[in-house]
């Protein structure tokens, strides 16, 4: 069964360095997403891109954060300068469309990053 | 106020037990989405509805659209069910999900 891959799974790194994260959606989706989840807390929306484009972003979304589709394959997300208050689960997740046959979504595993 | 809220927020079961979360939503909403988180951290979809119900194996979906409500209902509940499920609804016009903070459900044989 297709799945969506999240690499790393776990990743720690320093204050104020650059994280990237990666993913791989399912082959012929079109959506695709970033969502965090703070341990202990809800899962919260980061960013929607389609078409080559975020369509949507939260406020939690600000100029540290970007995401790139790099090759047609891959899906990453970016912490330019990482904070303390990054440290999160982030899982990446893909959908064919939006609509109640197609948007059905799709998770990855997650990747675990802790800033100390 | 949560946009969508859930309840309970834990839930003890004996293996064998009909279980029942609920979710209640403020928003309109052009879907529901039910996923299980587990322990592990991954997050799967379990059904995706936006009226009536869904059945798929033991778990059954239901969702009220002019009361803002939905169900997901387990039957003959197995300590392999034991994880946290979570509802989440796509408001109009959005691409994102809104989560509730789950229901960590645990299955004791």
């Known amino acids: 069964e297709p799945e969506v891959t999240q690499t790393p799974s776990h990743q720690v790194t320093q204050m104020g360095q650059e994280v990237i994260l990666r ?27 389609y078409n080559n484009e975020i369509s949507e972003k939260s406020e939690i979304f600000d100029d540290q954060f970007s995401v790139e589709r790099p090759d047609g394959s891959n899906f990453t997300l970016k912490i330019r300068s990482t904070k303390l208050e990054d440290s999160a689960m982030y899982f990446c997740a893909s959908s064919e469309g939006v609509l109640m046959y197609t948007g059905e979504l799709f998770f990855g595993e997650g990747s675990r990053l802790t800033v100390l | 106020k949560n946009e969508v809220e859930q309840s ?49 194996g033991r778990l059954i979906a239901t969702i009220n659209i002019q009361e803002k409500h939905s169900s997901l209902h387990i039957t003959a509940s197995h300590p392999r069910d034991s994880a946290v499920y979570i509802c989440a609804v796509r408001s109009y016009n959005t691409d994102k999900l809104i989560f509730g903070t789950g229901t960590r459900l645990q299955v004791f044989p």
């Open chain 1, 23 to 49: 993913c791989v959606p399912i082959s012929n989706h079109l959506y695709f997403y970033w969502y965090r989840q703070i341990l202990g807390q809800k899962v919260e929306f980061l960013v929607s891109f």
């Open chain 2, 8 to 56: 309970p927020q834990n839930l003890t079961a004996q293996e064998g037990e009909f279980i029942t979360i609920n979710c209640s939503y403020s928003v309109g909403i052009s879907a529901l989405h039910w996923l299980q988180q587990h322990p592990g951290g991954g997050i799967v979809s379990l059904f995706m509805l936006s009226s009536g119900k869904k059945k798929h």
